[in-house]
């Protein structure tokens, strides 16, 4: 049985108790007075209806009646001639209605995976694990990939980014030329073309028309 099911009950015997007292004059109660009289209630309740439930049990009966509680009454010794009167006297104290109480919203704890139970081997009463992360290498990077269209396609790609940043790296270092007659120049830059004269290449290639 729930706790707070077994406080709210101890709870409202409790004021059953406090009102038949103040009904018989008493205006102080020792709380461990009220805790022997609200535990004396509590089992005067729990043996009638154990009594009564036998009772519709040995006549073959689900659902106990009013008689198998009658019986159950007589069992125990309680006299049933003064229990209509009590119950309809007229300085009776009525108990307020009971307010539902607001179940406490549990917080939601941000967890990262799933919590592990234990082996076989380790016993339950030990703690349980701790988060994934907390003990389990995780991997921090991506696998690579491995598909030879992927693989083409990136290399594709690189390709075409070193040709693009080392247009641009000639452009900036060298002198260069636009294709259209405005002050920015960097649009559309285009390399200058220059020849380059080498002694060594004319000499080699004289040299080549004197033997032939």
Do not use: W
Not at 15 to 36: A, P
Not at 168 to 175: L, Q
Not at 180 to 205: G, H, Q, R, V, W
Request: glycine share 4%.
């Amino acid at each position: 049985m729930d706790i707070q099911t077994i406080n709210t009950r101890r709870k409202i015997l409790n004021q059953v108790i406090c009102s038949i007292l103040v009904e018989c004059g008493y205006d102080i109660c020792e709380k461990q007075v009220l805790e022997t009289l609200t535990e004396m209630l509590q089992s005067l309740i729990i043996e009638v209806g154990a009594s009564g439930r036998n009772y519709c049990e040995l006549s073959g009966r689900t659902e106990p009646l009013i008689a198998d509680v009658i019986l159950a009454l007589i069992n125990m010794g309680i006299k049933l001639d003064n229990i209509e009167t009590y119950a309809k006297r007229q300085n009776r104290t009525i108990l307020p209605v009971l307010q539902q109480q607001t179940q406490a919203k549990q917080l939601n704890i941000l967890q990262a995976g799933v919590k592990q139970s234990h082996p076989s081997h380790i016993p339950n009463y030990l703690p349980a694990f701790p988060d994934p992360h907390a003990y389990i290498r995780t991997p921090t990077h991506k696998q690579p990939v491995t598909e030879y269209e992927a693989i083409r396609e990136k290399v594709a790609t690189q390709k075409r980014d070193i040709e693009r940043a080392l247009t641009r790296f000639i452009a900036k270092t060298g002198e260069t030329h636009s294709l259209f007659l405005t002050e920015d120049n960097s649009m559309f830059p285009c390399k200058e073309i220059f020849l380059i004269f080498n002694k060594y290449f004319n000499e080699a290639i004289m040299q080549k028309c004197l033997y032939v």
